[in-house]
């Protein structure tokens, strides 16, 4: 037993002790929800594992972090452990990261779904709004009752930003379709969520997207026998005959591009927000019910939104009451969408 | 609201209540006993993960469902060892219980994320499916729905009508005269325990196998402290918690329909309704009882015979 | 034949206690220790590593300094209602309510100086958190509603109050719609002591220990709420004022755990955000009965439990062991903890019997 413990003993001295004799560059990551949250935290971790399969890098998480003191101390302590380069993945641990940095000046930070950044601190996020805005015309095609229903965790700028994306994209295909939307005020509890979908269903909604991590909604969909939109990752195992899409995170090839920036020396702060151009962001595969027509139109419009041919906000855009915030042509600020706090027209819902 | 929706509610609140029912059942018959146990969001979690793996990997549902009560009276019996051999706090007891169930399920749990595995589904009872309202309501559930409809009256029997129930209340009213009677106190008090361990372990199950057919880490988001809560709510009878849990369940399931309905309402003062509501409840009916119900030596450990 | 029998012991067992603390320590490290060797990681290396981390070094101590500020406030006040046989398990709601009664003052006053403002903040997140438990308390005396129920839902409702709050009115309009309020103005902050990253709460919390040990050893109130929890009834009957004591001690109570809460929006936070709470209200519960409400000894096992949640960070770092891990070994050092009290309250006697 000591035999073979030993080597780990000195390796964890090494790791406490020294700051910066390992050669391989380390990489932290700091999570909201546990990894097993099977949605948000969960593909990010999907996504550290692409950059652990890179040369000469280790990586490391700490899950269940809190977003107050805690998401400090965990930080601080990555910084002081050697660890070269930092993701955090929450909105929350935009300040006491900020804090941190300042400490830290070698030290590169990355900041996920925030607005602050720093000389050594970039913030990040995917415009997962494009893929929602293509389930948005897969759902407006598939609805026969023209009321969809949305089951959103928090009223927070990325939900609603989804949500209205979303919108857009039924409203494409189907222009008096209607969104209705559900506050659940949490991320993961696949009965309450489950419960918001029967809730909208029996509202005579014929559709059920979300912005939930657990697949509740999809299960609720299945089980009426109407159709569902998936969010995270493709949820269709959990009701295949009603998954029709998914919007998907793919943070693999973003996490490993940073991370190989910064070994090669060329890494610099910025704000990234990389969308469906770059593959962070995608639809799953289509249910067999999706009829090949709207499959094309759909990949058809995802090969313009990738190409920056189309651009998902482009005016004219009402909100809820009819007035209209985005001219027609214009196309809205990437801070205007950063802060949204606004529904557009079609969405029936609250934004507290 | 129109009448399909009401309908819809009110079936939804009797899914919604069933977990909380069972739990708080089970919390009924250990402190009916004397032992206060705050561990039951731990042992839900437990129950459920171990429903859910045994569902996964023997594909019995009904299976999995025993094997969920018995997880929870594993449980149980941790809180047993420390609270009646070794005569620690129960509260403590209680609260490490939870800390440490919530911790098993989500070490265990992790890999079987993403997995879905067969469950209970819902079906109409013959004729009394049929029934106009009531039958919507009651009787086109899932069979553990129909289970837990059996269990308060059998509670309320055994508390009354049996050696067993009756001991069970005596140890929980008043231990020394209990023993004096020549009875095992502390063996009434491990089956009272037990027992409610496995209703607890049902009502966690009931979350993974019917409500949803999956598992994540915090599936059951604190309805175990809610059941805590309803037992005292409901004066520690079975037919009150019946009411309390669907109350409960019934205006978490109004405030969801309210917002797909479209109200204008902020939904951080929704969800407070069925918090307030459960306080205002409670006062009211506080002050039209007069006494207080809790058993007289609830939490109170049983000191040994010389 | 051989027979065991329970004696309780006469006199109470002095240092054997600690023996029996860190036998029972042994048994939860054990229990663990085959828990991580099922899952292939090193036992010994984890457990060094776990106690290293959390109080090894100056940083780490630091660390669990501040982690305990919140639990140890909580603690205190939760113990005290204890005390009464009161059973507040709303100090996580009242931590909320404190939070927010700080935050207002710190929001409507910017212009005014540290020298008036942190009272005011603390003035207010006292006056908040007090309200908060004062509810219950009034609601138990006049309606018989039991405590524990309405303490544990006005849990709830305050974190939705907060929601609503910074969901809401209090919003911060430069923060591109994330629910966090503006930053506290640097007057508002509770400043650091000297170089380190503690907080002048840390002397507030041991004036407020300290004080709090005067208290019930050295005044009459404090002997009345000693007596009243000896023996309710008793104490009913010698016309002690029971009604007074259960509202007093709740709003303090309410008050204790509402500082918490303004430090960490104050200090830690400067600013309020949503996810400020993460169930210390519940962990003080544990912590005030493991202390046996004794407020020296609430500061020492807040201190402990801080480092056990510090240091387990550190094994997810190193070790890639899980979160879940934490709980499971938390939960089996207070079980085994609980269970050895046994041994300093009671002897076994071993009896020959025919």
């Known amino acids: 037993m000591m035999r073979k413990c030993l080597p780990l003993f000195l390796l964890a001295f090494l790791a406490l002790g020294s700051t910066c004799f390992a050669k391989d560059l380390k990489v932290g990551f700091v999570y909201v929800s546990p990894v097993g949250d099977a949605g948000y935290s969960y593909a990010h971790d999907q996504g550290r594992l692409a950059v652990e399969a890179l040369d000469g890098v280790t990586t490391s998480f700490v899950e269940s972090v809190a977003e107050g003191q805690d998401s400090e101390r965990v930080i601080l302590n990555m910084a002081r452990k050697g660890f070269d380069v930092i993701f955090a993945t929450s909105y929350g641990y935009m300040d006491p990261m900020l804090k941190v940095a300042k400490e830290f ?82 991320w993961y509890d696949p009965a309450t969520e489950k419960e918001a979908a029967k809730s909208l269903l029996d509202v005579g909604c014929d559709v059920i997207a979300q912005h939930q991590d657990s697949p509740g909604p999809q299960e609720a969909a ?28 793919n943070w693999g090839p973003f996490y490993a591009e940073m991370v190989q920036q910064i070994k090669d020396g060329t890494w610099k702060s910025d704000f990234y927000w990389y969308g ?5 962001v995608d639809i799953a595969p289509f249910g067999e019910m999706v009829p090949a027509e709207v499959q094309k139109s759909v990949l058809d419009k995802k090969a313009e939104i990738a190409s920056g041919a189309y651009q998902v906000f482009t005016g004219p855009i009402k909100d809820q009451a009819g007035a209209e915030k985005v001219a027609a042509g214009a196309v809205m600020a990437d801070g205007d969408l950063l802060g949204f706090n606004w529904f557009v027209q079609g969405v029936v819902g609250t934004l507290e | 609201m129109t009448p399909e929706i009401l309908l819809a509610l009110l079936a939804a609140t009797v899914q919604a209540g069933t977990p909380i029912l069972y739990a708080t059942l089970g919390e009924i018959l250990t402190e009916k006993g004397g032992i206060l146990n705050l561990g039951v969001e731990g042992m839900m979690l437990v129950g459920a993960l171990i429903g859910f793996l045994t569902a996964l990997h023997t594909g019995s549902p009904v299976l999995a469902f025993v094997a969920g009560g018995l997880g929870g009276a594993c449980m149980a019996a941790l809180h047993g060892i420390v609270c009646i051999w070794f005569m620690g706090n129960q509260v403590v007891s209680g609260l490490a219980l939870t800390i440490f169930g919530t911790g098993l399920a989500g070490f265990f749990g992790t890999p079987y994320i993403g997995r879905t595995a067969p469950g209970f589904d819902k079906f109409s009872l013959p004729l009394l499916g049929d029934i106009p309202v009531l039958g919507t309501i009651f009787f086109q559930q ?63 199950s009931y979350l993974s196998l019917a409500y ?43 405030q969801l329909r309210l917002q797909a309905m479209g109200t204008a309402l902020p939904s951080s003062i929704l969800l407070m309704l069925p918090y307030i509501l459960t306080i205002a409840a409670l006062a009211f009916s506080s002050w039209r009882s007069e006494r207080t119900h809790a058993p007289a030596a609830l939490g109170v450990n049983m000191e040994p015979s010389e | 034949m051989l027979q065991i029998s329970t004696v309780r012991r006469q006199e109470p067992l002095g240092w054997g206690s600690c023996l029996v603390f860190f036998a029972a320590l042994a048994l939860a490290f054990t229990v663990s220790g085959v828990l991580l060797v099922m899952q292939d990681k090193p036992p010994f290396t984890a457990l060094w590593l776990l106690v290293y981390s959390a109080f090894g070094s100056s940083y780490a101590l630091e660390d669990c300094l501040i982690k305990a500020v919140p639990i140890f406030l909580c603690s205190l006040g939760v113990g005290l209602t204890f005390r009464l046989q009161i059973w507040n398990i709303g100090a996580e709601g009242q931590f909320a309510l404190g939070a927010i009664g700080a935050t207002w003052a710190a929001l409507t006053f910017p212009g005014w100086p540290w020298y008036t403002l942190l009272p005011t903040m603390l003035l207010c997140a006292s006056l908040t958190g007090s309200l908060w438990g004062a509810i ?4 138990r005396l006049k309606l018989r509603a039991n405590e524990i129920i309405v303490t544990l839902m006005l849990n709830y409702v305050g974190i939705l109050v907060l929601d609503y709050l910074v969901y809401g009115i209090w919003k911060d309009p430069g923060s591109f719609g994330f629910p966090m309020t503006s930053e506290f103005v640097p007057a508002a902050v509770v400043a650091r002591i000297g170089d380190t990253r503690l907080n002048w709460g840390l002397a507030l919390c041991l004036a407020v220990g300290v004080l709090m040990s005067v208290f019930l050893r050295s005044t009459r109130l404090g002997y009345e709420l000693r007596a009243c929890g000896e023996n309710v009834r008793a104490a009913r009957y010698a016309r002690m004022p029971y009604a007074k004591l259960v509202i007093l001690v709740m709003a303090v109570s309410g008050a204790l755990a509402g500082w918490a809460g303004f430090l960490e929006a104050s200090a830690t936070l400067g600013r309020l955000q949503p996810s400020i709470m993460s169930g210390y209200g519940y962990t003080a519960i544990v912590v005030a009965w493991l202390a046996n409400l004794n407020p020296f000894v609430i500061a020492v096992s807040s201190f402990l439990l801080a480092g056990l949640r510090v240091g387990m960070e550190s094994l997810q770092l190193d070790l890639q062991i899980p979160a879940a891990f934490g709980a499971i070994m938390e939960g089996l050092i207070l079980l085994a903890v609980l269970a050895g009290g046994f041994f300093s309250r009671y002897q076994l006697h071993l009896r020959r019997t025919r």
């Open chain 1, 276 to 280: 469906m151009d770059k593959g962070i």
């Open chain 3, 136 to 139: 219950p308390a009034v609601l």
């Open chain 1, 222 to 249: 299945q089980e009426r026998g109407v159709y569902s939109v998936g969010y995270n990752t493709d949820m269709s195992a959990f009701a295949p005959k009603a998954h029709l899409t998914a919007a998907i995170w």
């Open chain 2, 142 to 204: 899932d069979a553990l729905v129909y289970f837990s409809f059996l269990i308060p009256p059998l509670l309320w029997a055994f508390f009354r009508y049996t050696r067993w129930g009756m001991a069970i209340r005596a140890a929980g009213e008043c231990p020394a005269a209990t023993r004096a009677a020549g009875l095992n106190v502390l063996a009434y008090r491990w089956g009272a325990l037990l027992g409610g361990g496995v209703l607890v372990g049902f009502g966690g």
């Open chain 2, 212 to 254: 949803t057919h999956l598992w994540t880490n915090g599936l059951t988001s604190g309805r175990g402290w809610i059941a805590v809560a309803l037992v005292i709510f409901a004066f520690w009878k079975p037919s009150r918690a019946m009411i309390g849990a669907y109350l409960f369940g019934g205006i978490m399931a109004f």
């Open chain 1, 105 to 186: 000046p070698q030290v590169k930070f990355l900041h996920c779904s925030g607005y602050k950044n720093s000389e050594n601190m970039a913030n990040y996020f995917g415009r997962i709004y494009q893929a929602r805005y293509l389930t948005g015309m897969v759902a407006g095609a598939m609805t026969k009752s023209k009321i969809i229903g949305y089951v959103a965790a928090f009223p927070i700028p990325e939900v609603i930003r989804g949500i209205n994306a979303f919108t857009l994209g039924a409203q494409a295909v189907n222009p008096d379709v209607q969104v209705r939307v559900v506050w659940t005020k949490t």
